[in-house]
């Protein structure tokens, strides 16, 4: 069956959907209503506004750049569901942290001698939290999915994060501070209760030793993963996807504040409209597949991101703010000229990004052996990290060297392109491959 409806009704699959919408939900509540309250509450600098939101992205980023060799080799060698329990119950001590980090911000105490710090702590450590979930979440479907169900699995796990991310990012730009601060934490326990009821998933392959050396465990597993081609074309294509999210991720706060003169609630509806459009993308390729998966459709989708991207940028540049100097609420923002082009190059930049990104995680689960995906996705993950930071890195420059924020946005746009040649690589060695599966320890 390829239809994904049946699968919500699983316990093989319900429980942990729920679990991974949750957690994304509490990602982006926490990170939001922490970068929109600094961005609008306490600087009053675009340069430091920019700065601070790549800070945040990057110290996000980071755990998954050293820890994601360990988080994979535990994925594949111990049972996914207790790791699942044990990483949801750390998760309500990190929001106990970020929420009285928040809190403490609100009330003015120690802003940024202590509140900020508590609250990028905590932001590093749900990115801890969130490089060892990441490669259980994809490599537990084919183990408690049938094979026509992967595509579809993977497809409801992206739209239900993105609908999460959706939520989430409302909530922050629309509720006070304080409400998100006891938020974070009310989530991170219902959350546990959701991960605990994630049916046993034990390892597909005998224990073996754990390198804890996180250089030498990331590197050799990089290696071991890349020498595939179809495998190293998969995890390319997905880096350059998510180093143009995370500069146009980073860009949305200040860009929503700084050149369209609009609210932090306009920046959560930029989010907002993002999400969904992910969530669009996400269902719309399994239809397209029927079931199938393939990176059939992945060039001219990333290649449409591109021109979205493009014309994103020109939108901006031919915006007007309105007299008067005080930000645009959303009735005033939605009622400007040029919002509604704004919004639906938007939408475009986010369904075709979700075309494109999501036969390629289905494509790395199910090309290589079962006992074997969490240590790709968790190899995808370093990669991909990395060109995150590189992103970050690239976003912070550009804003020192004094590069307007709306021109940044065609770097993005440029990178469209070598994701569309590299997915092109990929559809052809797919084809000369059809059928055949990786074993990456052979």
Not at 318 to 329: F, T, V
Not at 390 to 410: H, K, R, T
Request: charged content about 10%; proline content about 5%; aromatic content about 10%.
């Amino acid at each position: 069956m390829t239809t994904s409806t049946h699968l919500v009704r699983q316990r093989r699959f319900l429980p942990l959907f729920v679990t991974q919408l949750l957690g994304a939900f509490n990602d982006n509540l926490y990170k939001n209503a922490m970068v929109l309250y600094v961005v609008y509450s306490i600087y009053s600098s675009e340069a430091a506004e920019a700065r601070f939101s790549a800070i945040a992205s990057g110290l996000f980023i980071l755990p998954f750049f050293l820890l994601s060799a360990l988080a994979g080799q535990l994925a594949d060698m111990r049972d996914k569901a207790k790791i699942i329990r044990l990483v949801k119950a750390c998760e309500i001590g990190i929001m106990l942290v970020g929420g009285s980090g928040l809190f403490l911000a609100w009330q003015g105490i120690g802003v940024q001698t202590f509140a900020i710090p508590l609250m990028l702590l905590a932001l590093l450590a749900m990115g801890v939290h969130s490089t060892f979930f990441g490669p259980i979440k994809y490599a537990i479907l084919p183990q408690h999915l049938h094979g026509d169900e992967v595509l579809a699995g993977t497809g409801l796990v992206e739209a239900g994060t993105y609908i999460a991310i959706l939520a989430g990012t409302i909530l922050a730009g629309w509720i006070p501070v304080e409400i998100a601060a006891a938020g974070v934490v009310l989530t991170a326990i219902v959350g546990w209760f959701a991960g605990r009821q994630v049916p046993p998933a034990p390892p597909q392959v005998e224990g073996q030793p754990l390198d804890f050396h996180v250089i030498r465990s990331s590197v050799a597993l990089v290696r071991m993963t890349m020498r595939h081609p179809r495998v190293f074309l998969a995890i390319a294509a997905i880096s350059f996807f998510w180093t143009v999210g995370a500069v146009l991720f980073i860009q949305f706060p200040p860009l929503a504040k700084n050149v369209l003169g609009a609210s932090k609630e306009v920046a959560s509806l930029f989010l907002v409209v993002f999400s969904i459009g992910i969530a669009i993308g996400s269902v719309s390729i399994n239809a397209l597949l029927k079931g199938t998966v393939s990176a059939k459709y992945s060039p001219a989708s990333v290649i449409a991101m591109g021109l979205f991207v493009v014309a994103f940028h020109f939108v901006c540049r031919s915006w007007i703010e309105p007299a008067g100097g005080k930000l645009m609420d959303v009735p005033t923002f939605v009622a400007h000229p040029h919002a509604l082009p704004l919004l639906a190059c938007l939408l475009g930049i986010a369904i075709a990004g979700g075309m494109f990104v999501v036969p390629l995680y289905a494509f790395l689960t199910t090309v290589v052996d079962k006992s074997e995906t969490a240590r790709t996705i968790a190899a995808n993950n370093i990669v991909n990290s990395g060109a995150m930071v590189v992103g970050s890195v690239i976003a912070v420059g550009l804003s020192a060297a004094g590069v307007a924020l709306v021109d940044q946005l065609l770097l993005g746009a440029g990178m469209c392109l070598i994701s569309a040649w590299l997915g092109w690589l990929l559809y052809r060695a797919e084809r000369a491959h059809m059928g055949e599966i990786e074993h990456l320890t052979e």
